[in-house]
């Protein structure tokens, strides 16, 4: 087989190596507030994680992912399906509803969706073809692809989880953006994009009382204490300003590994988690924060060059899935910690602790050097 003859990208594997050091680092630091009797507990579990998401991610690479072009409406499906039993049965935890239990495991069917949603708008729009559509034929192809992208933004909306949310919206417009559909059409997205924004803004500081109707208690809370911290110090902008104050403790060098003191005092809820970058700004300081975003920059733009090496389109539009999957969560975990976003439950991939999330992204990166292996060189390009 013709991906046998290649090797695994080394600049993937020297970014996954290195967001690898600072996962471990933070994960170790962060967690000390919840464990007492083994403070490497998480760093170890998440070093089996490790172990297991990079041999899931070397067995999909080694698989021929256009096989996935004949299945990939009915992992969508199937994804889809689990999204409705969570729906009707799933688990609650802390307000949301999102697993589904077997008694012995739990899954996030959600995390499933974001790789097929990836592959299966991926076969859709690479039949397509590489000629730019009118706009008129824009607008079926737009509306199939808005059908496929609503029905998993709405079960996932009514568990309710934006951060999910957010990153299904993020993998359909990055693969629209690069795809056939005319110029004019995607423009037309993103003016509609920015009039609802804009109509948000407008009911949320004109008309408070039509705005909550839209959102549920706990999501209000977290639009307040994103909007006006300073006001909600003690409950609702509690943990954004206690983040803020520990990355800006952090300056340029850190206070170094277990050395922080909002994150050691345990005052930054879920610092192993979701708020793992005020660990990196306050223990790393600015030059490990920005290495850090260096290393995504690395990663997100080897993405960005094996989808435009790509001789297939369907293998190009996995790719740029990836690149939209990955560089939303960073902005969006980032930007959270620091108030730019509200706070969502997205986790920082491959150093946020965790299972589900991490693996999620070992995949896809996977399906990526899965499209690299396949990818020929020819002396005259031919169509």
Same mark, same amino acid.
């Given at each position: 087989? *013709?991906?046998?003859?290649?090797?695994?990208?080394?600049?993937?594997?020297?970014?996954?190596?290195?967001?690898?050091?600072?996962?471990?680092?933070?994960?170790?630091?962060?967690?000390?507030?919840?464990?007492?009797?083994? +403070?490497?507990?998480?760093?170890?579990?998440?070093?089996?994680?490790?172990?297991?998401?990079?041999?899931? &991610?070397?067995?999909?690479?080694?698989?021929?992912?256009?096989?996935?072009?004949?299945?990939?409406? @009915?992992?969508?499906?199937?994804?889809?399906?689990?999204?409705?039993?969570?729906?009707?049965?799933?688990?609650?935890?802390?307000?949301?509803?999102?697993?589904?239990?077997?008694?012995? %495991?739990?899954?996030? +069917?959600?995390?499933?969706?974001?790789?097929?949603?990836?592959? @299966?708008?991926?076969?859709?729009?690479?039949?397509? !073809?590489?000629?730019?559509?009118?706009?008129?034929?824009?607008? &079926?192809?737009?509306?199939?692809?808005?059908?496929?992208?609503?029905?998993?933004?709405?079960?996932?909306?009514?568990? +309710? #989880?934006?951060?999910?949310?957010?990153?299904?919206?993020? %993998?359909?417009?990055?693969?629209?953006?690069?795809?056939?559909?005319?110029?004019?059409?995607?423009?037309?997205? /993103?003016?509609?994009?920015?009039?609802?924004?804009?109509?948000?803004? @407008? %009911?949320?500081? *004109?008309?408070?009382?039509?705005?909550?109707? *839209?959102?549920?208690?706990?999501?209000?809370?977290?639009?307040?204490?994103?909007?006006?911290?300073?006001?909600?110090?003690? #409950?609702?902008?509690?943990?954004?300003?206690?983040?803020?104050?520990?990355?800006?403790?952090?300056?340029?060098?850190?206070?170094?590994?277990?050395?922080?003191?909002?994150?050691?005092?345990?005052?930054?809820?879920?610092?192993?988690? #979701?708020?793992?970058?005020?660990?990196?700004?306050?223990?790393?300081? /600015?030059?490990?924060?920005?290495?850090?975003?260096?290393?995504?920059?690395?990663?997100?733009?080897?993405?960005?060059?094996?989808?435009?090496?790509?001789? #297939?389109? *369907?293998?190009?539009?996995?790719?740029?899935?990836?690149?939209?999957?990955?560089?939303?969560?960073?902005?969006?975990?980032?930007?959270?910690?620091?108030?730019?976003?509200?706070?969502?439950?997205?986790?920082? +991939?491959?150093?946020?602790? !965790?299972?589900?999330?991490?693996?999620?992204?070992?995949?896809?990166?996977?399906?990526?050097?899965?499209?690299?292996?396949?990818?020929?060189?020819?002396?005259?390009?031919?169509?």
């Amino acid at each position: 087989m *013709f991906g046998e003859k290649k090797q695994l990208d080394t600049t993937i594997l020297i970014t996954l190596a290195g967001l690898f050091v600072f996962s471990i680092i933070a994960v170790y630091s962060g967690s000390g507030q919840y464990v007492t009797d083994n +403070p490497y507990h998480f760093a170890v579990r998440q070093v089996i994680w490790y172990g297991i998401g990079i041999s899931m &991610m070397i067995g999909i690479a080694r698989f021929d992912y256009e096989l996935l072009k004949r299945i990939a409406p @009915y992992l969508y499906f199937i994804c889809a399906g689990l999204l409705l039993l969570v729906y009707l049965f799933g688990t609650e935890k802390n307000g949301s509803q999102r697993w589904l239990s077997f008694g012995f %495991i739990e899954i996030q +069917p959600s995390e499933f969706m974001k790789i097929a949603l990836i592959i @299966y708008l991926a076969s859709v729009l690479s039949k397509i !073809g590489s000629e730019k559509l009118a706009f008129k034929k824009s607008i &079926m192809f737009t509306f199939r692809v808005g059908l496929v992208s609503i029905i998993p933004f709405l079960l996932i909306m009514v568990q +309710p #989880d934006l951060g999910s949310a957010l990153v299904i919206i993020g %993998i359909t417009v990055s693969i629209l953006v690069v795809s056939s559909i005319s110029p004019k059409m995607i423009g037309l997205i /993103f003016s509609i994009g920015a009039v609802f924004t804009s109509l948000l803004v @407008y %009911i949320f500081y *004109f008309h408070q009382a039509l705005f909550t109707r *839209f959102f549920k208690p706990h999501q209000l809370s977290r639009i307040y204490g994103w909007l006006y911290p300073e006001q909600y110090t003690s #409950d609702y902008g509690y943990q954004l300003q206690q983040a803020m104050l520990g990355i800006g403790s952090g300056q340029i060098g850190g206070k170094g590994v277990n050395q922080g003191v909002q994150v050691q005092s345990g005052k930054v809820p879920e610092a192993h988690t #979701d708020f793992i970058f005020a660990v990196i700004g306050e223990e790393f300081g /600015f030059i490990g924060s920005s290495i850090l975003i260096f290393i995504y920059f690395l990663l997100i733009y080897r993405l960005v060059q094996i989808a435009n090496e790509s001789n #297939d389109l *369907f293998g190009s539009f996995i790719c740029i899935g990836a690149v939209g999957l990955i560089s939303l969560q960073v902005f969006q975990n980032i930007g959270m910690t620091i108030g730019v976003t509200p706070i969502t439950g997205i986790a920082l +991939p491959f150093v946020s602790y !965790g299972g589900s999330a991490l693996l999620t992204n070992f995949i896809v990166i996977g399906l990526v050097l899965s499209v690299h292996l396949r990818t020929r060189k020819y002396l005259f390009a031919d169509e």
